[in-house]
Nanobody, 116 residues
Framework: VQLVESGGGLVQAGGSLRLSCAASGSMFSLNAMGWYRQAPGKQRELVAGITAGGSTNYADPAKGRFTICRDNAKGTVYLQMSSLKPEDTAVYYC???????????WGQGTQVTVSS
C-alpha cells in the first residue's frame, strides 16, 4: 500500500490547512489510521487517529483545533487543521495506527510551516 500525503504549505498563525493522505490498496478500510508529525530535532509523534469504524482520538496539542476523518470509498484520510500555531510546524505523515501495518515505511510526508 502506497501512502501519499499532500496539502501542506506555509500559513500564518491562526490559519487553516487541510491535509490529505491517499492510500492505494484494498486494506485501507480495515485499518485504523493516524496522522503523525515530526518537527526538527524532535521525535515523530501521533497527532490524531481514527479507527476503521470512525472513532477518533487526538493528542493534547491537537484537541479542539484538528479534525481527522476518512473516506473509505476514496481510500483517503484527512486532517483539517485550524488555529494553527508556529509550534505546529513539522512534516506531517499518515500511516496506520499503530504504524507499519501496510509495511515498514513512511510516505514522503507534507511540510507544514506556520509563521508567527
Amino acid at each position: 500500500v502506497q501512502l501519499v500525503e499532500s496539502g501542506g504549505g506555509l500559513v500564518q498563525a491562526g490559519g487553516s490547512l487541510r491535509l490529505s493522505c491517499a492510500a492505494s490498496g484494498s486494506m485501507f478500510s480495515l485499518n485504523a489510521m493516524g496522522w503523525y508529525r515530526q518537527a526538527p530535532g524532535k521525535q515523530r509523534e501521533l497527532v490524531a487517529g481514527i479507527t476503521a469504524g470512525g472513532s477518533t482520538n487526538y493528542a493534547d496539542p491537537a484537541k479542539g483545533r484538528f479534525t481527522i476523518c476518512r473516506d473509505n470509498a476514496k481510500g483517503t484520510v484527512y486532517l483539517q487543521m485550524s488555529s494553527l500555531k508556529p509550534e505546529d510546524t513539522a512534516v506531517y505523515y499518515c500511516n496506520t495506527n499503530p504504524p507499519f501495518m501496510f509495511g515498514p515505511y513512511w510516505g514522503q510526508g507534507t511540510q507544514v510551516t506556520v509563521s508567527s
